[in-house]
């Protein structure tokens, strides 16, 4: 007689005491990084070196594209630098062989001066002709201009060796070669693809030999299972007491005897409605409130002894009387 009112007041002191103490939701699942890989470079796949569900390490291998064409770039860029250096050391010659055209010009301007000043001293004693005269000042005025034809060839020569601020010290024609050569070998090495980080491969059956890759085209994804967390969906109406940093216990519908700690690591900005491609929209006269949902990111503390895959079912139980400010 007095077993069972003892064991109905424990029953119910417990739930009085844990009442209102723990949330929970079983729309929950695990989520992990994806990464979809694209080639930088378009062309033809020559070679495949992963499998679906493979594991690859971060720089492994994961399909190679055809780099002949790249080659034939990088020795167009490498004939092109050639190109601007015998051009460059041409004109350094021509700048080198203006310099004694222009002594010569001003020794033949000091010459035709000294026969003007003879034929002027002579046309003042009247020993010479007028012709004479204006011969000696026609060349003078010749000699004159072939020294400024020389010095404007220097300074053009001088001017097409200049060299801007932006590249110092280097002809702006090589400078354009080499970043052509450097754009090239960059592109020759993107033909080999190789993995951003270490995971699973998945979607490997769009790499086959033959197939023409696109640039920037997702070929194959990489699933970061090194990290993984719960998206929880909590309804509205179980937030109130839910903070960053509280504990939560996680369990797995596909290991029912697996339960790892986790806690609170964010609470979504907006719900899992207003993120919808087609958000609800309802108007006047069929408006039917319905709960709606938060997405709760929960960190996973513990290390699994059991694989987590990507899109597992789980449970969540979060302790909203937890120690919070984690």
């Known amino acids: 007689m007095l077993g069972l009112p003892l064991i109905l007041v424990a029953v119910g002191g417990y739930f009085w005491l844990t009442s209102g103490r723990y949330v929970s ?11 979809a890989v694209a080639s930088d470079v378009a062309g033809r796949i020559v070679e495949v070196d992963v499998k679906e569900n493979q594991h690859v390490e971060a720089g492994d291998i994961l399909f190679r594209i055809d780099p002949d064409p790249y080659r034939i770039g990088l020795a167009q860029a490498q004939a092109a630098i050639a190109g601007a250096q ?13 310099v004694p055209d222009i002594a010569a010009a001003q020794d033949r301007v000091r010459l035709a001066q000294e026969a003007l000043g003879r034929q002027q001293a002579l ?15 026609h060349e003078v005025t010749q000699a004159r201009l072939a020294v400024s034809n020389a010095q404007a060839s220097a300074a053009e020569a001088k001017a097409k060796l200049a060299t801007g601020s932006a590249v110092p010290g280097e002809n ?3 400078a354009a ?6 754009a090239a070998q960059l592109n020759l090495r993107r033909t080999v693809v190789r993995a951003p980080v270490s995971g699973t491969v ?27 967390w719960v998206e929880a969906n909590f309804k509205e109406t179980d937030l109130d007491n839910m903070r960053v940093g509280q504990p939560a216990t996680v369990t797995f519908d596909a290991y029912p005897e697996l339960e790892l700690k986790g806690h609170v690591a964010s609470i979504g900005a907006g719900t899992g409605s207003e993120f919808s491609v087609l958000p609800a929209q309802n108007a ?12 709760v990111r929960i960190a996973i503390d513990d290390k699994s002894p059991r694989p987590l895959i990507a899109g597992l079912s789980a449970k969540i139980k979060v302790d909203v009387r937890g120690v919070t400010g984690r």
Not at 177 to 182: E, L
Not at 203 to 217: H, I, K, P
């Open 25 to 35: 939701t079983d729309n929950a699942y695990v989520q992990q990084d994806k990464v």
């Open 284 to 295: 006047n006269g069929n408006w039917v409130k319905v709960t709606q949902r938060v997405p």
């Open 123 to 137: 046309m003042a004693r009247g020993f010479t002709t007028k012709t004479d005269l204006q011969a000696a000042q």
């Open 172 to 174: 702006p024609a090589i």
């Open 177 to 182: 070669a080499t970043a052509q050569q450097q």
């Open 86 to 98: 015998v051009n460059v050391a041409s004109l350094q010659s021509s700048y080198a062989a203006s």
């Open 202 to 228: 998945s979607q490997s059956d769009r790499l086959q030999v033959g197939q023409m890759m696109v640039t920037g085209l997702p070929a194959v994804s990489i699933v970061a299972n090194a990290s993984s």
